[in-house]
């Protein structure tokens, strides 16, 4: 099973995006749900989690501009993305916190630029 992140592309300086990842129910209602990221050259990180109860957090780089949020009805993570800057350019990949190997998808790319 790997879970597929989509909603990726280009977008301006300051533009926003909204990136979705389904995942099976199985994997989804027990699991604290994550948003990870890995520019160029860089390591992959964590920018956003939920928990199944609804319990945020988010790393610092895009608090105020990121909201994670989950529909549990469709098994479906969300990352808002707004006041998106060159350094939010990465892939972006969703997964369970902590991560699950098999789980890892070819994730989404996020292009910011003008």
């Known amino acids: 099973v790997q879970l597929q992140a989509s909603g990726g592309g280009l977008v301006q300086p300051g533009g926003s995006l909204r990136l979705s990842c389904a995942a099976s129910?199985?994997?989804?209602?027990?699991?604290?749900m994550g948003w990870y990221r890995q520019a160029p050259g860089k390591q992959r990180e964590l920018v956003a989690s939920?928990?199944?109860?609804?319990?945020?957090n988010y790393a610092d780089s895009v608090k105020g501009r990121f909201t994670i949020s989950r529909d549990s009805a469709k098994n479906t993570v969300y990352l808002q993305m707004n006041s998106l800057k060159p350094g939010d350019a990465a892939v972006y990949f969703c997964?369970?916190?902590?991560?699950?190997?098999?789980?890892w998808g070819q994730g989404t790319k996020v292009t910011v630029s003008s």
């Open positions: 997964n369970t916190v902590p991560h699950i190997f098999h789980y």
């Open positions: 129910g199985s994997i989804f209602s027990v699991n604290v």
């Open positions: 939920i928990s199944s109860g609804g319990r945020l």
